[in-house]
């Protein structure tokens, strides 16, 4: 499995940003995707996931109203549109995978083991 992610950027706060990332090896049909970020000095975090079925999304309350998440399962691709970018939102942002056995799990659940893509960097500036 290889996830490649693309989009990063430098952008002005209150910009926007649109992240992709593409699969490739499988075909995730029972597979949670999403994103995870890692900033400068601080441990990775998650962003946002969601399930096969499209209609279950989580996002982290720092990014809850301002990203959303969508993927596209006959591309094998998941996004991530993010609007009114802060200073703050200034990380590495990988993009995940995981099986967990449903079209209707939209989360990462502990201790299952993640896929993850290399990485595209992501810079706000005030």
């Known amino acids: 499995v290889q996830l490649q992610a693309s989009g990063g950027g430098s952008v002005q706060a209150g910009g926007s940003l649109r992240l992709s990332c593409a699969a490739s090896?499988?075909?995730?049909?029972?597979?949670?995707v999403g994103w995870y970020r890692r900033a400068p000095g601080k441990e990775r975090e998650f962003v946002a996931s969601?399930?096969?079925?499209?209609?279950?999304?989580y996002y982290s309350d720092s990014v809850k109203g301002r990203f959303t998440i969508s993927r596209d399962n006959a591309r094998n691709t998941v996004h991530l549109q993010m609007d009114s970018l802060k200073p703050e939102d200034t990380a590495v942002y990988y993009c995940?995978?995981?099986?967990?056995?449903?079209?209707?799990?939209?989360?990462?659940?502990?201790?299952?083991?993640?896929?993850w893509g290399q990485g595209t960097q992501v810079t706000v500036s005030s």
């Open positions: 995940a995978v995981a099986f967990v056995g449903s079209q209707r799990v939209g989360y990462f659940p502990e201790n299952r083991n993640i896929n």
């Open positions: 969601i399930s096969v079925s499209s209609d279950i999304t």
């Open positions: 090896g499988r075909t995730f049909t029972h597979h949670v």
